[in-house]
């Protein structure tokens, strides 16, 4: 499947995926909440990038074992459900600018944020750093500066 204009596009974060398939976790009904209000809109994908997918099912095998991380990559990989993009990482020099000069944020989540921006992709987080380091380069228009 390909990314259209014509439909909404939501990049999930690690941490709204943990907290959906964490039923104990603090943000669990959050999340669910969140997606619950994305997915009333038919005209949308929730999109997966392989280092969220990656960072997922570690979390998951190490918080519920084996045998419940195959449940959820079961669903993970259910194409009605998600669409998990064939990308790669993008280290280019302004996913580092940004990762250098924004202390609270990790790389992958830098690398998230730029895929995002250049994408025009929307970003689901329950990371207030993450999201605020994402919505100050929306404001600048952080895709210009390749």
């Known amino acids: 499947m390909e990314l ?5 596009n939501y990049l999930l974060d690690t941490n709204i995926l ?6 104990n976790d603090r943000l669990n009904a959050r999340a ?11 005209n949308i994908k929730l999109l997966l990038h392989p280092l969220v997918l990656v960072e997922i099912l570690s979390l998951l095998k190490y918080q519920s074992g084996i045998e419940g991380e195959k449940i959820v990559r079961k669903e993970l990989f259910d194409p009605k459900k998600y669409l998990i993009l064939e990308e790669t990482i993008g280290l ?7 990762f250098e ?11 998230l944020i730029q895929y995002c921006l250049d994408k025009k992709i ?20 952080y895709t210009s500066h390749k």
């Not at 000069?101 to 790389?107: A, R």
């Not at 689901?124 to 600048?140: G, H, I, S």
């Open 18 to 23: 943990f907290a959906i398939y964490t039923e």
């Open 4 to 8: 259209t204009e014509m439909e909404k």
């Open 92 to 98: 280019d020099t302004r996913t580092i600018k940004t």
């Open 32 to 42: 669910r909440e969140i997606i619950g209000e994305i997915s009333k809109n038919k």
């Open 101 to 111: 000069k924004e202390p609270e944020i990790g790389i992958i989540d830098t690398i």
């Open 122 to 141: 929307e970003l689901v987080t329950l990371d207030r750093e993450m999201e605020n380091v994402w919505k100050k380069l929306q404001k600048t228009n």
